[in-house]
């Protein structure tokens, strides 16, 4: 199991939100931890998430995903409960 980090800058105001968020909530176990940063639990690797993210944002939108192994973060204990497991 992956753990990808997945940021996101939609460039317009109205655009929607919602349907990217539920296409990250289809592709695995995913909780927001800080606005507009997402981590994602899933076998899919980086290259495929991001695609799959793509088909739901518009051209001027950005997209960053990585996995990750290591981290450290001051942020809400639910979210760090996530991230490692617990």
């Known amino acids: 199991?992956?753990?990808?980090?997945i940021?996101?800058?939609l460039h317009f105001s109205g655009q929607d939100y919602q349907?990217?968020?539920?296409?990250?909530?289809?592709?695995?176990?995913a909780k927001s931890?800080?606005?507009?940063?997402?981590?994602?639990?899933?076998?899919?690797?980086?290259?495929?998430v991001r695609k799959s993210l793509q088909t739901v944002m518009d051209k001027n939108d950005f997209?960053?995903?990585c996995r990750f192994d290591e981290w450290s973060a001051f942020m809400l204990e639910e979210s760090n409960q996530f991230i490692s497991g617990a």
């Open 63 to 65: 997209i960053f995903v």
């Open 19 to 29: 349907a990217l968020i539920e296409k990250i909530q289809s592709l695995g176990q």
């Open 1 to 5: 199991m992956n753990n990808l980090l």
């Open 33 to 48: 931890i800080l606005k507009s940063v997402w981590v994602l639990k899933t076998s899919l690797s980086a290259d495929v």
């Open 7 to 9: 940021t996101y800058d």
